[in-house]
């Protein structure tokens, strides 16, 4: 088939910039005609070796194009100069996340096929509208009640929209019309694997042998709730759990919410516990999950969460919370720790009992990396998401598991 990826920015190393370059270069993978279309692109900053295995194409910004705010008009301004760049017809649009949709739906009109949305993060403007709580607000509520109305006229042109989790699927379908699945997205097996260099890292920042190392990876915002992790390790260090918290990725998108954190930091006075390292370098990422003893996810509302199944790919023992969809595939105990979001104290247990029970600590660490190797990759991902455009477009009968969900 013939399938245009779109996403509207590709300038962080983000996970639904990886889910995305990654479906796309899977999907080349599997003999067809992939091309990615962007409104930005940093070539040499987001995932360059990736990228390399098929075509981006960087349209460019739509007029107005220094301007970043609203956000709602920059999408809008970006998408009608998608719309207006392509010259090309593609069976499948592949729009990822909002508002790649709209420019998706404005090409179908002009030139054919069928748009399948990984909309991954359902579009906010219903829930900051449905709060207004003083006149400013009450206004601002005016304003996203009409780029609701307007988004939820797009989204229901969708031919299907997919999913990574039930949660968001659920969460879109109580504002929004339209054909729904969920597809799960997974990691690369032949680049996320065991046999990272854990010394260099672990000498890096100064960790003894002793020392039970928690990472985080990602960018940071503040729906990664690290705050709760930061005084789980208080917790969990005064009752004499021997823990250190490595937190790892770039500041540039909320650089308020990490001087938030520092201050916590300092705060609880954990200088010598918790280190923040920075962005870090695509190719030394499978060196930090060696370096871990467990890797933390505390994100609460979070759609998904790929960076679990990538460190788990790499044999990491994986502490998740129940408000990342990625625990609906996880089993607590089994493949996986569990524990409830924004619960400090609660993780603080999880955290000791991991620290004091490396056979349990090895035994789930095998089990989650066998999940995330054999079921949860971006080849599987491409399978089913190939299925749902070959039934779109009446090239065989997909299976009836995959079978949309009608609203």
């Given at each position: 088939m013939d399938i245009a990826l779109i996403?509207?920015?590709?300038?962080?190393?983000?996970?639904?910039?990886?889910?995305?370059?990654?479906?796309?270069?899977?999907?080349?993978?599997r003999g067809h005609d992939v091309t990615l279309y962007t409104?930005?692109?940093?070539?040499?900053?987001?995932?360059?070796?990736?990228?390399?295995?098929?075509?981006?194409?960087?349209?460019?910004?739509?007029?107005?194009?220094?301007?970043?705010?609203?956000?709602?008009?920059?999408g809008c301004l970006d998408m009608k100069r998608m719309a207006s760049s392509i010259g090309k017809?593609?069976?499948?649009?592949?729009?990822?996340?909002?508002?790649?949709?709209?420019?998706?739906?404005?090409?179908?009109?002009?030139?054919?096929?069928?748009?399948?949305?990984?909309?991954?993060?359902?579009?906010?403007f219903y829930h900051k509208a449905a709060r207004p709580n003083s006149v400013k607000t009450l206004l601002l509520a005016a304003l996203y009640w009409l780029y609701f109305l307007y988004d939820r006229a797009q989204n229901s042109q969708v031919d299907r929209a997919i999913f990574v989790s039930n949660w968001a699927e659920a969460e879109y379908k109580?504002?929004?019309?339209?054909?729904t699945c969920v597809v799960r997205s997974g990691a690369d097996p032949s680049r996320f694997a065991p046999g990272g260099n854990r010394e260099a890292i672990r000498a890096r920042y100064g960790y003894l042998q002793q020392d039970f190392v928690l990472l985080w990876l990602g960018i940071f915002m503040p729906h990664r709730r690290l705050e709760d992790a930061i005084e789980a390790v208080a917790e969990a260090s005064g009752q004499g759990v021997n823990v250190k918290l490595l937190l790892a990725g770039s500041d540039r998108s909320y650089p308020?919410?990490?001087?938030?954190?520092?201050?916590l930091v300092a705060a609880r006075g954990l200088q010598d516990r918790v280190r923040f390292t920075g962005k870090v370098a695509d190719e030394e990422i499978r060196d930090f999950y060696a370096a871990c003893d467990a890797f933390l996810f505390p994100n609460d509302k979070q759609t998904w969460g790929l960076v679990v199944l990538e460190a788990m790919a790499c044999g990491c023992l994986c502490i998740v919370s129940r408000g990342a969809g990625v625990h609906e595939v996880l089993s607590d105990g089994e493949n996986a720790i569990l524990f409830t979001p924004r619960d400090a104290k609660e993780l603080a247990e999880k955290i000791a009992l991991a620290a004091n029970s490396p056979g349990l600590r090895r035994q789930t660490a095998v089990a989650g990396m066998n999940l995330a190797r054999e079921v949860y990759t971006y080849d599987h991902y491409a399978e089913q998401v190939e299925?749902?455009?070959?039934e779109l477009t009446g090239k065989n009968q997909v299976a009836r598991s995959m079978l949309p969900t009608a609203v």
């Amino acid at each position: 088939m013939d399938i245009a990826l779109i996403i509207h920015e590709l300038l962080v190393e983000g996970g639904g910039e990886r889910q995305c370059a990654s479906l796309a270069q899977a999907l080349a993978r599997r003999g067809h005609d992939v091309t990615l279309y962007t409104s930005a692109y940093d070539r040499a900053n987001c995932f360059p070796d990736i990228c390399k295995d098929f075509q981006v194409r960087d349209v460019g910004r739509g007029v107005l194009g220094g301007i970043k705010r609203p956000f709602f008009v920059r999408g809008c301004l970006d998408m009608k100069r998608m719309a207006s760049s392509i010259g090309k017809s593609h069976e499948i649009w592949n729009p990822h996340h909002w508002p790649a949709q709209w420019g998706a739906l404005w090409l179908r009109k002009k030139r054919g096929g069928k748009v399948v949305w990984m909309c991954n993060d359902v579009p906010d403007f219903y829930h900051k509208a449905a709060r207004p709580n003083s006149v400013k607000t009450l206004l601002l509520a005016a304003l996203y009640w009409l780029y609701f109305l307007y988004d939820r006229a797009q989204n229901s042109q969708v031919d299907r929209a997919i999913f990574v989790s039930n949660w968001a699927e659920a969460e879109y379908k109580a504002i929004l019309p339209g054909q729904t699945c969920v597809v799960r997205s997974g990691a690369d097996p032949s680049r996320f694997a065991p046999g990272g260099n854990r010394e260099a890292i672990r000498a890096r920042y100064g960790y003894l042998q002793q020392d039970f190392v928690l990472l985080w990876l990602g960018i940071f915002m503040p729906h990664r709730r690290l705050e709760d992790a930061i005084e789980a390790v208080a917790e969990a260090s005064g009752q004499g759990v021997n823990v250190k918290l490595l937190l790892a990725g770039s500041d540039r998108s909320y650089p308020k919410y990490v001087r938030a954190l520092k201050q916590l930091v300092a705060a609880r006075g954990l200088q010598d516990r918790v280190r923040f390292t920075g962005k870090v370098a695509d190719e030394e990422i499978r060196d930090f999950y060696a370096a871990c003893d467990a890797f933390l996810f505390p994100n609460d509302k979070q759609t998904w969460g790929l960076v679990v199944l990538e460190a788990m790919a790499c044999g990491c023992l994986c502490i998740v919370s129940r408000g990342a969809g990625v625990h609906e595939v996880l089993s607590d105990g089994e493949n996986a720790i569990l524990f409830t979001p924004r619960d400090a104290k609660e993780l603080a247990e999880k955290i000791a009992l991991a620290a004091n029970s490396p056979g349990l600590r090895r035994q789930t660490a095998v089990a989650g990396m066998n999940l995330a190797r054999e079921v949860y990759t971006y080849d599987h991902y491409a399978e089913q998401v190939e299925n749902i455009c070959a039934e779109l477009t009446g090239k065989n009968q997909v299976a009836r598991s995959m079978l949309p969900t009608a609203v």
